[in-house]
């Protein structure tokens, strides 16, 4: 509980208190009338608004396409199911930069809408709620059709013996166990789109923006810092507001479930419904999900000489442009070598705080399960301009050094492997370990007999989850990475960010291999998956 | 057996990232600190800084010190936290700095005055610090509105030239430009404009611009890589707006990028709407190695450093007896007049401007 707490302190809460209170104490004495005056001011309660009716828009869009696939995911056994599962998963730890791009072709001019209905949602809010369902369709599959695979099905068979309808059945057994589950992913899914950045920023254009996009308008463009952090203030109770009732449907959803092994409850669809039902689902998931995804990879393969590797083989050289000290393919190696100490951070300190949360109960406990979570919704600028001003001194004048982007990238991490592991550790019978020790073991032992066993498949796909969004986590690297060790977000921006069909080539083919390690990461954890009450 | 080797594989997961920890800092400890401070110079830009590393070994060579080079996102925000960081700075020298900010860092007091060696080779127009040498002039670039030759010539239209014609019916839909807020270069534009027709024109004019289909994006990248019909990226997005506010340097860059090299740039230069951007650098204040980052300096505006730049940043040098590499004077534009407005104007209106030009054209 102590390192993960002084983690937290150190890495989060103290960067983030120094540059929110830069903003309101500039000359050592608060000012908290700016509080009021930003409040009232139209344009930023205009942000506010558009933030929380998009959110609320999205997240009601995210359940309606979601819901369906989560339920097919679940219930439904079909050829490829693992690929795909991971597949749909891959958006939501890609760098929004990269699928923004891809999003656009689709629903943007000359995409697919545009040439078979000649519909365009390019300048439309409706093209930020699609980006959003893209996103965070894998957090409804796999936070609710996670539970919904190990309901029971025999609870509702009962209840049709016993001469309900089928509907009915449904209503009395299924819905009131997913329910918690629903609301958990609904809440997560608002969370992600209230504090939006890459999407709103790269489909909303200027006119739409959100706390988050002017939250980094604030600081990194205007430096209007007092502004900023009223903002972000904001924006940290509307979280902390979002964390709070997240914790309480979570609470309830561990309470009393009667699970099984997935594999007993899926099934070969039968009957016309489900077929259709997979049919419709498996269309969604081509259409908003597979196209934009293949949309990026047709384009990283459309040199001038027609289709062909040469943009992935050019990453092998720097060039003679410059834009790098070294091949753009190093970006890669960086990337994971990056993500791997990231991995490693959040493990042991996601680990260590589970461990601690798993064992006690209260309200405190409670509360730092929250703080846990709060990186999720506090802006990356924020927390980058505030490693700037605080970790500036020794022995901790980590300004300059690589730590500071796998510190940065485990701070997202870590809510994940806490989410993971919390269940698991919660469901290890305590009467085992006592077992274990009055037959003599050492703690260790114990744990190494008792616990390790039982969480190995947990930790190993925390490990998974928090290596992906490493992998993909832009906004704080970006501050952060040194130049001669990009990683590959930060590298396709830098190559967007150029004039000339190599580059915009190049960023595309990094882009793809981007998503194939990702796609890969989660392919391997969905093998090592077996119980699914974690969240994720 | 199964378990035995689930505990190799964790037990290999583990070793890897604990390699790679050793793996990254290994390289770090060799480059940093210790005994060795003195001898490596850091240098803090923004994100577009590139030098060819021949000319980084020339440096090192010439007097011994190591440069080490700092990027920290867009020009804006590298600039920021410079500010934010003053008197205790992550380096030595920060380049970056334009003349639109240029206020905002000589107000915020994060250089220490320097008279660079060779400063007599650069025009005195853009040593626009003369008095008290905060900072160093080190490149000039032109902000323009870059057309697609290829849609002209397809609707036999000829390619507008000057802000007159951008409001003209016939261009009427066929302009993107950037968020004057957020992108250098779309503040770039709302100043050219300024200049071109006064502290109250202007507004009259971006109405009239409205008029005619201006599109406004965020940044750079979505204006070029999504928006604009002609670049190699617009393409490829079925981008369908032939007119984009980029730099005079951009159709160089088209040419220098693609394969084959073609004989003419695909894309072309409305001469008559450029803003002259001039980037410096300037001594951090706090800077741990101070005769390093002056020795920097010297060697920015160097003829070897400054003919090095314009293929590596796509910008031209202030020296005035550097050459130019042939794909400039090949393929880019002459500008003859540019816009441009003094940056105590600049930092006297700013503000008011953007937020005037936002609720006129973003509303």
Redesign the interface.
Known sequence: MALPLAFFALFFAWPVAAIVGRGLRPDGGWQLGRLGEVLTEPDLQHVLWFTTWQALASTALTLLIALPGAYVFARLDFPGRDLLRAVVTVPFVLPTVVVGTAFLALVGRGGLLDELWGVRLDTTVWAILLAHVFFNYAVVVRTVGGLWAQLDPRQEEAARVLGASRLAAWRAVTLPALGPAVAAAALMVFLFTFTSFGVVQILGGPTFSTLEVEIYRQTAQLLDLPTAAVLTLVQFAAVGLILAVHARTVRRRESTLRLVDPALTARRPRGTGQWALLAGVLAVVAVLILLPLGVLVARSLDTPDGYGLDYFRSLQSAGEGGTFLVPPLEAVWNSVQYALAATAIALVVGGLAAAALARRGGRLVRGFDALLMLPLGVSAVTVGFGFLITLDKPPLDLRTSWILVPLAQALVGVPFVVRTMLPVLRAVDGRLREAAAVLGASPLRVWREVDLPLVRRALLIAAGFAFAVSLGEFGATVFIARPDRPTLPVAVARLLGRAGDLNYGQAMALSTILMVVCAAALLLLERARTDRTGEF | MR?TK??AA?AL??A???S??A???G??DAK?DGGTKSKTV?LVSH???????AVLKEFTAQTGYTVK??????A??AL??E???KG?P?GDVFFGVDNTLLS?ALDNGIFTPYEAKGLAGVPADVQLDRAEHRVTPIDTGDICVNYDKKYFADKKLSPPQSFADLIKPEYKGLLVTE?A??SSPGLGFLLASAAQYGDDGWQDYWKKLKDNGVK???????A???EFSG???GR?????RPLVV?YAS?PP??V?????QPTEAPTGVATGTCFRQTEFAGLLKGAKNPDGGKALLDFLISKKFQEDMP??M?VDPVLKDAKLPELFTKFGATVSQTHTVAPDKIAKNR?QWVKTW?SLV??
Not at chain 2, 216 to 222: I, K, L, N, S, Y
Not at chain 2, 256 to 260: D, F, N, V
Request: overall charge neutral; hydrophobic content about 35%.
């Open positions: 378990s689930k505990l964790t997961a583990a890897l990232g604990v790679a920890l793996a990254c800092g390289k770090d940093t850091t994100d577009s800084f590139a030098a060819s590393d080079v700092l990027k920290s996102g867009d804006g925000a920021n936290q500010i934010l960081t205790s992550r905002r968020n807020a957020t406004v994006v965020d940044g750079w990248e979505q070029y890589n999504q670049s190699a990226g490829k997005a079925k981008g369908d980029s951009s860059v088209e220098l990028y693609a394969k084959p293929l590596n796509f503000e936002s973003l509303k």
